[in-house]
């Protein structure tokens, strides 16, 4: 069974930084494609970012490029999100996600591994 858990959420002021975790469990880590979604309240899960296997290929979303940030360590089986330049409009749970198959998708449909979420808020 695969578990992912975040951790690195808070309160940060605009223009503030925070560094999300999510240490994935359960199978081999490293074969597999990561990703971050988010869902503010009221609204629907929006795509974030991923990364490929090997760390070398990350994908955005046009409304966090230039900000944030996605990487990997895969000998700490661990996927993180840097999050520079916060925007009030940035506050929702963040949850990571991952697949059993080998895909690369902004449709959260399309991954059946998620953690539980990490609340990130962003003060004006």
């Known amino acids: 069974q695969v578990q992912l858990v975040e951790s690195g959420g808070g309160l940060v002021q605009t223009g503030g930084s925070l560094r999300l975790s999510c240490v994935a469990s359960?199978?081999?880590?490293?074969?597999?494609?990561m990703g971050w979604f988010r869902q503010a309240p009221g609204k629907e899960r929006e795509f974030v970012a991923f990364?490929?296997?090997?760390?070398?290929?990350?994908y955005y979303a046009d409304s966090v490029k230039g900000r944030f940030t996605i990487s990997r360590d895969n000998a700490k089986n661990t996927v993180y999100l840097q999050m520079n330049s916060l925007k009030p409009e940035d506050t929702a749970v963040y949850y990571c996600?991952?697949?059993?198959?080998?895909?690369?998708?902004?449709?959260?449909?399309?991954?059946?591994?998620w953690g539980q979420g990490t609340q990130v808020t962003v003060s004006s």
């Open positions: 990364i490929n296997w090997s760390g070398r290929s990350t």
């Open positions: 996600v991952t697949s059993s198959l080998p895909i690369y998708s902004v449709e959260p449909i399309h991954y059946n591994y």
């Open positions: 359960g199978r081999t880590f490293s074969n597999y494609t």
